[in-house]
């Protein structure tokens, strides 16, 4: 590879005709003028080339440009737009150490470990800007699916200590080690499995999350940025066209509050495993951990779940409110989301009516990547490393990849 890019290097160098005069108009708006040639060594997927540009200054506002390096795609950084391509594909995949050595096994590119964090964040950071800005509904012929699922979650990224401060957690001392991303997924499930369960169609996933809020105060002029995303992700996929909307969710208010103003009409259904978690945690509260009593209890109540029968639970649950904090807490819990637990008529529809792909997803586009042993995230670092993966795992790094190059191409 040495020798290609030594032809390459030669190649360019010996065409001076970046060189456009003495002077150049700058981005200022003043002229900026030729003061020489300047060499600089990038990373190509051949190996370091060390290219020589014409250099052109202003002095009025103190900046200087080399119009080669627009040419080729390789201004802001010493990474060609292939080598670059290939840093943002491994940082979305596995740590920064692990990319580099990626990269010089199987690619044969030395790119440094440090150089691989802050190249895969910038591109992380340029993902999260596009995210924002494009926003395209389906196309008039691509197929909606009848039924699209909507689901929220949040989970926990390590951080650094500078990004706890005064910040409440679940230590406990009250600190928090973590900041909370918010994730939201949309994804159809027309297919079936051997029992006739509804199952999540391939290829239909797609995710969108960074570590924002979901609080919208009634004196905000503007819904809270995690409210914001879920909207931008439901407009992508065409939430609103779909025949059927369905909102899943573990029970907790925000979601339920989000989806009834941004989404009415929808579908609302809270994850079951969830709910049968919370009579569990009854049981175990009333009876103890292990014990048949609890077992016997715990399985009824979640029989009578499966059944529809929310009023035989609210009864069990109303004979401990007084006397057990778990019990009153979940006898609220079901009063409040009964609408949500109608699991026999859900079923009947042929719906789903577990929110694993959700939780899956914590884990898949937030959890495998950024939870890792020792891993300790600046905010802006986890966040841009998560949109840099959601946009990989939902299918759309080749789009953004396309307009990024045609922007360059027209900015150039």
Request: include cysteine.
């Amino acid at each position: 590879m040495s020798v290609a890019a030594r032809a390459v290097e030669w190649r360019l160098n010996a065409d001076t005709s970046d060189y456009a005069g003495s002077t150049l108009p700058c981005a200022c708006g003043q002229c900026a003028r030729y003061a020489g040639r300047h060499n600089k060594t990038f990373e190509s997927v051949l190996g370091s080339l060390t290219l020589s540009r014409a250099y052109y200054h202003c002095a009025v506002c103190e900046t200087g440009f080399c119009p080669r390096d627009s040419a080729l795609g390789l201004q802001g950084g010493s990474l060609t737009p292939g080598v670059l391509r290939m840093v943002g594909l491994v940082g979305a995949t596995v740590s920064f150490e692990e990319g580099h050595e990626l990269l010089t096994e199987l690619a044969g590119v030395d790119v440094p470990t440090k150089h691989v964090e802050r190249a895969a964040e910038a591109l992380g950071r340029e993902i999260a800007q596009d995210e924002r800005r494009v926003v395209e509904t389906p196309a008039a012929n691509e197929a909606v699916a009848p039924t699209l699922y909507l689901g929220m979650d949040g989970t926990g990224v390590p951080v650094r200590k500078e990004e706890l401060v005064n910040r409440p957690g679940k230590q406990p001392d009250g600190t928090a080690k973590t900041r909370e991303v918010k994730l939201v997924t949309v994804w159809s499930a027309e297919g079936r499995d051997e029992e006739g369960k509804p199952v999540r169609d391939k290829g239909s996933i797609s995710y969108s999350a960074a570590i924002e809020s979901a609080a919208t105060r009634d004196t905000d002029e503007h819904p809270a940025e995690f409210v914001q995303r879920v909207v931008r992700e439901a407009t992508r996929r065409g939430f609103e066209q779909a025949g059927r909307r369905v909102v899943l969710g573990d029970g907790a208010l925000w979601i339920w509050n989000l989806a009834d103003e941004h989404f009415p009409g929808a579908i609302e259904i809270v994850d079951l495993y969830h709910a049968k978690g919370h009579l569990w945690d009854v049981a175990k509260a009333i009876y103890g951990a292990g014990s048949d009593l609890a077992e016997r209890w715990a399985k009824k109540r979640r029989d009578e779940l499966d059944e529809g029968k929310i009023d035989d639970i609210l009864a069990a649950l109303g004979l401990h409110i007084d006397v057990n904090d778990e019990a009153r807490k979940c006898f609220d819990y079901v009063t409040r989301n009964r609408h949500r637990m109608r699991y026999p008529e859900f079923r009947a529809q042929g719906l789903c009516v577990g929110s694993g792909v959700v939780e899956a997803g914590c884990k898949t586009a937030i959890g495998v990547r950024c939870k890792r042993a020792g891993m300790h995230w600046t905010v802006a670092g986890a966040d841009a490393i998560i949109a840099l993966r959601c946009c990989k795992l939902s299918g759309r790094f080749e789009d953004f990849w396309e307009r990024r190059s045609a922007s360059r191409d027209a900015s150039g």
